[in-house]
Structure formats: structure tokens, C-alpha cells
């Protein structure tokens, strides 16, 4: 027996019970997958993407990595990316971090990791560009935190510089980009204000979005 029988029990149980409250969920699932929504989050096991926006299978395309990154060399990602937008036509796409992340807390120091280090190299970059205003921000705590945010905005920024993005955009397509962050203690996901549906309105949303709280 597996060892891991305990979890195929769990499947089957779900599989029913999800049966029996909508008998065609199922086959109405394995003969298309329409999402209005790509969600590029982290591969944290605390952020299960459709439970905490109440979607159900099928309703939400997922990608996910160790903080959320969108990097313009991870051919992974951006396949993902554009087999969303080209193919199932999704309109929005949704970067979403998380607050005490904890590749995000990593890239706020310098120790050696090993090979992910070469991965928080993108996160250590913004914590760079940003240092000043982190640097003001005395609890540690609040500092990832505010890290974690940062980052966030970053990543949807370069979401919409994507070529796949900007091509959908000229061509008129819709789609719109948006940068939250959860709360893993509370549940809630908090809006970072970047929420951008035609290039000529990244840059002022940028600004906004990473303007200290009462400086926009």
C-alpha cells in the first residue's frame, strides 16, 4: 500500500462528494477550461490561489514559484503566460504575494543559501532600489513586509513590460494587471494599487503603487 494512501483515501472523498453535489462538474471541467483570471503567486503552501478568492476549479489559471517572481528569462512563467493571454484569453492577470514571505525574508539579508540565491538575486535587486525608504522602516517585521509589497509591484510591472502583454494591449485585446498581497492572518488580500489595462497608464500607476503611504 502507498504510503501516501491517506491522501489518495482524501481524493476520493472529495472526488464524491463533489459528484453527488453537482453530477455534471466533472465532464462539464474536462471538456474545456475557460478562466477569466491568471494568477501568478508564490509557492507557498499557506496561499492556496482559488480557495482565497472562492473560485473553483477550472475558474482560475495558476502559476506559482518562491515569491511570486516574473522574470523576464523563466521561459516557464512566461509560457504560462502566454499560453493565458493568447490562447485562453484571460482578462485579468493577477500578481499576488504575501506578507512574511519567506523568500522574500531571505533576500533581506546577505547569508549564502545556496542555489536559490541566484533566484532572490531579482528580490535583492529591488531591496536595493528601495533601500533608502527600508532602511527608515525599524521593525523588522514591517520592513519584509513592506519588502514583500514592493516586490509585488515590481513583478506586475513586469508583467505589463512582457512582450506578450504589450502585443495584447496594441491589438486591443482586454486585459488588465493587478498587484495584491494576502494576509496570511487574517485571510484578506489588500490591492496594491497597480492595476494597469493599457500601457499608457503604467507608468503614473507605477509611480502610485510604490510611493511611500501619503506621498503619491
Not at 8 to 31: C, G, H, I, M, Y
Not at 36 to 44: E, F, K, R, T, V
Not at 64 to 93: G, I, M, P, W, Y
Request: glycine letters at 6%; proline letters at 4%.
Amino acid at each position: 500500500m502507498s504510503s501516501l494512501q491517506h491522501l489518495l483515501d482524501k481524493n476520493r472523498s472529495w472526488a464524491q462528494e463533489v459528484q453527488q453535489a453537482r453530477p455534471d462538474f466533472f465532464p462539464t471541467l474536462a471538456r474545456q477550461q475557460q478562466p477569466d483570471y491568471l494568477w501568478i503567486g508564490c509557492a507557498d503552501s499557506r496561499v492556496p490561489a482559488n480557495q482565497i478568492v472562492g473560485l473553483l476549479p477550472g475558474e482560475l489559471f495558476v502559476h506559482r514559484n518562491v515569491a511570486n517572481l516574473v522574470v523576464h528569462t523563466d521561459l516557464n512563467c512566461l509560457s504560462v503566460l502566454q499560453f493565458a493571454v493568447e490562447v485562453l484569453k484571460v482578462e485579468h492577470v493577477i500578481v499576488c504575494g504575501h506578507y512574511g514571505c519567506g523568500g522574500v525574508a531571505a533576500a533581506m539579508g546577505d547569508q549564502e543559501l545556496g542555489l536559490i540565491d541566484s533566484w532572490l538575486r531579482h528580490i535583492r535587486d529591488i531591496r536595493a532600489q528601495y533601500l533608502k525608504e527600508l532602511a527608515e522602516i525599524p521593525d523588522k517585521d514591517k520592513r519584509v513586509n513592506r519588502l514583500c509589497e514592493l516586490n509585488v509591484i515590481e513583478q506586475a510591472r513586469n508583467v505589463c513590460c512582457t512582450n506578450i502583454v504589450q502585443k495584447a494591449w496594441r491589438r486591443g485585446q482586454p486585459l488588465q494587471v493587478h498587484g495584491w498581497i494576502y494576509g496570511i492572518q487574517d485571510g484578506l488580500i489588500n490591492d496594491l494599487g497597480l492595476n494597469v489595462s493599457r500601457q499608457e497608464d503604467l507608468h503614473e500607476a507605477y509611480r502610485i503603487a510604490v510611493a511611500p503611504f501619503g506621498q503619491a
